[in-house]
């Protein structure tokens, strides 16, 4: 197959079912043990915080969730990106920290989420924390059925995977985080909204992993 950015064309599944759920946690699970995973700076005494890129089915389509921020916001405002933040000394884990603060933002019951697996950390932009993405499947509930919080979220909106496989969805940018990493830019559903930085980063990065065949086996 003729690859653009590393992920081809399309989609490796058409249905989050039983088959598709199952290639993606073997995928990721063995991507961690067969990728060399960037090696990034951090700042002396950085924290930890953890995102969810959550996956759901719409109008029949396997997607993913994101969050707009409301732009009155000193951090982030407007921008569209996982649902996630800091860990709670309380936190017992980093996925349980990915699964709370989905359900202070978007609402939705850490029971409605099935964990498929995890990328490696990636820094902020001071550097100052290591951001933990976990992956999730929404086996219940509805994107439209999720109860908000308006002090933090604009509005959830979801795209189709397939989205992102089409090379007019996105721009490559170079110089992730102070490297030579190029990282696509991708258009989102409202024009002057793009996915870029660290959800930019960690959304390609899943895909990447997800459309690598050799990710089958382990090494």
């Not at 953890?50 to 707009?68: H, K, M, N, R, Y």
């Not at 978007?106 to 001071?126: I, Q």
Request: hydrophobic share 40%.
């Amino acid at each position: 197959m003729f690859v653009i950015d590393g992920i081809g064309l399309a989609p490796p599944f058409s249905a989050l079912d039983e088959t598709g759920i199952e290639l993606i946690r073997r995928r990721l699970a063995n991507a961690a043990q067969n990728k060399v995973a960037q090696k990034f700076k951090y700042a002396a005494g950085a924290g930890e915080a953890a995102v969810l890129l959550l996956l759901c089915t719409v109008g029949g389509q396997p997607s993913i969730v994101f969050e707009e921020r409301q732009r009155r916001l000193t951090a982030h405002g407007g921008e569209a990106c996982f649902a996630g933040g800091k860990a709670d000394i309380e936190d017992p884990t980093l996925v349980h920290t990915a699964l709370r603060e989905t359900r202070e933002e978007l609402g939705l019951d850490p029971a409605c989420v099935t964990v498929l697996g995890r990328l490696p950390p990636v820094p902020n932009k001071t550097a100052a924390l290591r951001v933990h993405p976990v992956v999730g499947v929404m086996t219940k509930g509805t994107l439209e059925g999720l109860a908000l919080n308006r002090d933090e979220v604009h509005r959830a909106f979801a795209l189709p995977l397939s989205h992102f496989y089409r090379a007019e969805n996105r721009d490559s940018v170079p110089g992730f985080r102070n490297t030579g990493l190029r990282v696509p830019v991708y258009n989102t559903d409202k024009p002057g909204l793009r996915i870029w930085g660290l959800t930019a980063f960690i959304l390609h990065e899943f895909l990447c992993r997800i459309s690598d065949p050799t990710n089958d086996e382990s090494s």
